[in-house]
């Protein structure tokens, strides 16, 4: 077995101790591509040589595969405790793969067994794992002794479960060892979201019209686009806004002569003919593309979490993605190294590289793991429109996007604005130039502060945020107060936390 990188060294090495300090909620955070199934399989190791039983909780089926298959490869003897896979059924084993769906039926509903008797739970993408029954086996395993650890990319809407967070590694550290590419992104256009609102977890209430004629608009750039950066067809992932439109995606790539197939969690629709989707025909299509038959699959987000295709190289987003947790895990799909590539690409008809940011970034999660994915975004939006984080750049000649500077990094053309193609509503591309999103007038009137430090004090006995209080403050008095005033947040993100929940130290002191 190879070396463990050193991110995934420091990563373990603090689980242990954790562990030992008595520490029972563990999350474990790594990039996509990072080496968790390895990480996951050390803390396998580690409960074997302390004679403990394990049990790993998966959501989705091709997620149980994938376990299966690196269980095979380490050789490790497992039971599968999964209603689809009961030819796998070996409940004596001392290690289990289990089905949250199928533990929900028969030990909760049915009661025909228990829960593995296990000291180490280990919760493989985390961040899926936060509905009634997930949380009801996690608290049972924790109420009976056991170690709860979750692993995921993104520690996403899970901090209420989890009591410390391990950061086993950032983008820049995987590029460095060789486990992550650089990721080139061009952005040939987007739609206008601006009168679309937002659920809870950030993802955009689309109707199924507005995605049809949005779609039908960008086929033909969707195929202009993926010819000009990928002419020599290698492996390629395309993300749609719904089943429907993945599967009408292939089958406007195919009449653009470019293979292409779609999975989705019931079926495969290939070459015009839709079947029952099996872990068979999932893989034959997974292996088509490694392969060279087919050129692109197709799907909506079952392939967001999980799939491991190193040889991935361009990754289509066909689709706003309103919540960072999806976003992330879906480019996290493509920057895994592979010898045969220097770098990937990630061709975005969303809006979503200036909405979430660069693929390459390193998050701060110690940061920000507490808080939504949806405060996280908007914060980073308020802070690109006053000017604090500079806007990300677009290529009016290829598309290509940068931070700064006047010149393309990827095909040198100068220019001094950027240049965005926008979907209207009737499916009219209208070109956009300079700046996205526009700074909030602020005004420092003689009785601002005054008038501010009383909605300090109003806003605490309510359950509105920072952010709240200030719009209340606009409505009721006409425009926006300046942000250094006495009980505003030192921190950006105290923004988007209730005003009663921010502790007065954290805030701006009188002078």
Not at 240 to 251: H, I, L, R
Request: net charge positive; charged share 25%.
């Amino acid at each position: 077995m190879s070396a463990l990188w050193p991110h995934q060294q420091r990563g373990l090495d603090a689980t242990f101790r954790a562990i030992e300090s008595g520490e029972k909620r563990l999350c474990f955070t790594s990039p996509t591509g990072g080496g968790k199934s390895r990480c996951m399989f050390e803390m396998i190791e580690y409960a074997q040589r302390n004679d403990w039983p394990v049990v790993l909780y998966a959501t989705r089926n091709m997620l149980i595969e994938q376990l299966m298959k690196s269980m095979d490869d380490y050789g490790i003897e497992y039971g599968v405790r999964a209603s689809e896979m009961w030819e796998h059924e070996k409940l004596d084993a001392k290690i289990q793969i289990a089905s949250v769906p199928t533990e929900r039926s028969r030990v909760f509903q049915r009661k025909t067994r228990n829960l593995h008797h296990a000291k180490l739970v280990l919760w493989d993408e985390a961040h899926m794992q936060k509905a009634a029954t997930a949380e009801k086996i996690f608290q049972q395993h924790g109420d009976d002794g056991a170690v709860n650890i979750g692993l995921t990319a993104t520690p996403l809407g899970i901090s209420h479960l989890y009591d410390k967070l391990i950061v086993a590694g950032v983008n820049s550290e995987l590029r460095k060892c060789g486990a992550h590419l650089p990721c080139k992104v061009y952005a040939p256009d987007e739609p206008d979201l601006r009168k679309v609102k937002r659920n809870k977890t950030g993802e955009f209430q689309i109707g199924e019209q507005t995605y049809k004629v949005w779609t039908q608009t960008i086929i033909g750039r969707v195929v202009d686009y993926y010819n000009r950066l990928n002419p020599d067809r290698k492996p390629t992932i395309l993300f749609a806004p719904g089943v429907k439109e993945s599967m009408w995606f292939v089958d406007q790539l195919e009449a653009a002569g470019i293979r292409a197939a779609h999975i989705d969690g019931n079926n495969v629709y290939q070459g015009g003919e839709e079947y029952p989707s099996s872990p068979e025909k999932r893989q034959q299509v997974v292996k088509d593309l490694r392969a060279g038959r087919i050129d692109v699959i197709c799907n909506r987000f079952v392939l967001r979490e999980g799939i491991d295709i190193p040889e991935l190289y361009h990754c289509i987003l066909a689709t706003p993605i309103g919540s960072l947790l999806s976003y992330l895990q879906t480019v996290g799909r493509v920057l895994r190294y592979h010898s045969s590539l220097d770098h990937v690409v990630i061709q975005d008809h969303g809006g979503n590289f200036w909405r979430h940011g660069s693929p390459n970034w390193d998050r701060d999660w110690e940061h920000d793991w507490r808080l939504t994915d949806l405060q996280i975004a908007n914060t980073r939006l308020e802070r690109m429109a006053e000017g604090k984080e500079p806007e990300p750049i677009v290529c009016p000649a290829c598309g290509a996007v940068r931070m700064k500077g006047p010149q393309c990094v990827s095909c040198g053309h100068q220019h001094s604005k950027s240049v965005r193609m926008v979907v209207q509503e009737n499916g009219d591309l209208k070109e956009q130039t300079g700046k996205i999103l526009r700074k909030k007038h602020r005004e420092n009137r003689t009785n601002t502060e005054k008038l501010w430090t009383s909605m300090y004090y109003r806003m605490k006995k309510s359950n509105m945020t920072f952010s709240q209080a200030q719009g209340l403050f606009r409505r009721e008095h006409g425009y926006y107060p300046p942000k250094d005033l006495p009980y505003m947040p030192r921190d950006d993100f105290d923004w988007k936390r209730k005003v009663k929940d921010v502790p007065v130290t954290d805030l701006i002191g009188r002078k």
